[in-house]
């Protein structure tokens, strides 16, 4: 593995630490582009498919350059060339990381392919056939996608996005939820005839889709289906286990391919069914562009390098702890819960990749919803608030619908909420006082379609790569999630027996409450 030295015993550190106490780096953005008229054009940057206004950021010339040192000394460029080498920076685990693999185009005829590569687009185009194949036929009108975490957030938010590029006359539904709620009211309005389930699970072990994938076979046997082959399939790393289950039609995928880094493997099966083969690979064909920009281009024009520094410098230097994400457009509604997937689950973590202790933050929370909505309920406090949260609005140029002026309005609300936030209101003393110089970053598509939202999410993933590598920690691994498994699997027959021996005082009081008739 490459050598990578922490930021914290970095020179570029320390000086930022100087700079930051200094009263120079007290940026007031009003001032900033009323001296440089020049300041949209030098942070704000066109990266394939996506365009970031990062302008109304806390951040100077001075200020970009000492992060950018930081990332040269952290060693960022190697272990971004290591990770498309294909080396196993995920050591915690022993693994290769190469979700980028996934997105790599076929060499052209002749040209030798490396075996992974060559898996890649063995999978991809029998998954694609089978999609097509679930397009065709009529008698199939509803696929259940049965899931959670990376199974579930990255193809639910991909397929809502891309809603308007869907074929007409098939449902799409995701089912997640241990809370037998979700999976009865899913099935209420189905017919085994007429659905087929996927069952996403890299593991196939994960208690909440074996659940559930258990309870749709028992519903789909009880309401006289037959043909199993036909009506379930399984994406997974473990087709053997599949297999065990009953079922047979499988499409796979490798250990290299992180779960929350899924969606564009088997894992994106219910896109491909949604928008076809062809929308699926020009998503595809939108990731492996914005890889290209984040393998090739100069750190300082390279927008997930450029993304990460503004992070690391809110989070490290400025103490911010959260991020809002905000997409003006209703079809990215799950665009937020997809990204806290990513970022809290990459950089939540308090070790470094060697289990050291880290002595400084790492990832902040993310929230959102769409704008609108969320203008009418939690604006207030990131406008008046005492918490400084830097928002990071998405918008598109061009809607899909033809209503008259709904698009200006979405569009003007979003350029006057940054600039709210920025330029603020005097009224000393007054309840309509307006700080100002709250920082936004704008991210900009032409149009929500599969390349740009392809680009769109491979560009946060590499934003990830790059505020994990910079904080030395291991973006790929989620230990974090294990101890929950555990004790819930400790508590279920606890649940049945009312057996509290050796819990702790409130977990026995609940247990107990539970358990008591009503
Ligand atoms: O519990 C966390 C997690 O392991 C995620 O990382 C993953 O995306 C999710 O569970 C689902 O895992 P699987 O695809 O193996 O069912």
């Known amino acids: 593995m490459t050598e990578r030295t922490r930021c914290d015993r970095t020179a570029a550190w320390s000086a930022l630490r100087v700079a930051r106490a200094g009263a120079a780096s007290d940026i007031d953005l009003r001032k900033a582009f009323d001296v440089d008229a020049g300041r949209f054009e030098a942070f704000s940057q066109q990266a394939p498919h996506v365009f970031a206004d990062l302008s109304k950021n806390l951040i100077d010339a001075r200020i970009e350059h000492g992060l950018l040192q930081l990332a040269r000394e952290c060693g960022v460029a190697g272990h971004r060339d290591a990770m498309f080498a294909g080396a196993a920076i995920n050591n915690t685990e022993q693994r290769a990381v190469r979700h980028v693999l996934l997105r790599t185009p076929r060499p052209a005829a ?50 809502r996005a891309l809603d308007a590029f869907a074929q007409a006359g098939k449902r799409l539904h995701f089912v997640s939820n241990v809370d037998g709620h979700e999976l009865d009211a899913t099935l209420r309005d189905l017919t085994p005839a007429g659905t087929v389930f996927l069952i996403a699970s890299k593991t196939f072990t994960t208690i909440e889709t074996m659940t559930n994938a258990a309870s749709a076979k028992r519903w789909f046997e009880a309401q006289g289906g037959g043909d199993i082959a036909r009506h379930f399939c399984a994406l997974t790393t473990n087709v053997e286990a599949a297999n065990r289950f009953g079922i047979t039609t499988t499409f796979g995928f490798w250990d290299w391919v992180g779960g929350r880094y899924s969606l564009w493997s088997a894992i994106g099966l219910p896109i491909a069914i949604a928008i076809g083969a062809d ?18 281009a100069p750190l300082e024009r390279n927008l997930p390098v450029r993304l990460a520094l503004i992070d690391i410098w809110y989070r490290n230097f400025r103490g911010f702890t959260s991020r809002s994400i905000a997409p003006y457009h209703s079809a990215l509604a799950r665009w937020p819960a997809y990204l806290q997937q990513l970022e809290m689950e990459s950089n939540g973590k308090r070790v470094d990749a060697q289990g050291e202790t880290l002595p400084f933050d790492t990832a902040p929370v993310l929230w959102g919803e769409p704008g609108t909505n969320g203008q009418h309920a939690y604006f207030q406090q990131l406008h008046q608030g005492t918490d400084v949260v830097p928002v990071e609005f998405v918008a598109v140029k061009t809607p899909r619908h033809t209503l008259e002026g709904h698009h200006d309005l979405l569009l003007a609300n979003a350029l006057a909420q940054a600039q709210a936030l920025m330029v603020g209101q005097a009224d000393p003393g007054g309840h309509r006082h307006f700080t100002g110089n709250r920082p936004s970053t704008f991210l900009l598509l032409d149009e929500l379609a599969p390349g740009n939202l392809g680009a769109l999410i491979a560009m946060q993933e590499h934003r990830v790569f790059v505020s994990g590598s910079i904080w030395g920690i291991n973006s790929f691994d989620q230990w974090g999630v294990e101890l929950g498994k555990v004790l819930a699997k400790a508590i279920a027959p606890r649940l049945a027996s009312g057996d509290v021996a050796g819990l702790d005082g409130s977990t026995a009081g609940l247990l107990r409450r539970l358990r008591t008739k009503p």
């Open 279 to 296: 929308g699926f690979r020009a998503f595809l064909a939108g990731a492996h562009e914005m890889d290209e920009h984040f393998r090739t």
């Open 110 to 159: 002749g040209a030798s392919m490396e075996p992974d590569l060559a898996l890649v687009h063995e999978t991809l185009d029998a998954m694609l056939a089978y999609a097509e194949q679930v397009r065709g036929d009529p008698a199939i009108t509803d696929v259940v996608n049965i899931g959670i975490g990376g199974s579930d957030l990255g193809p639910q938010m991909a397929v």
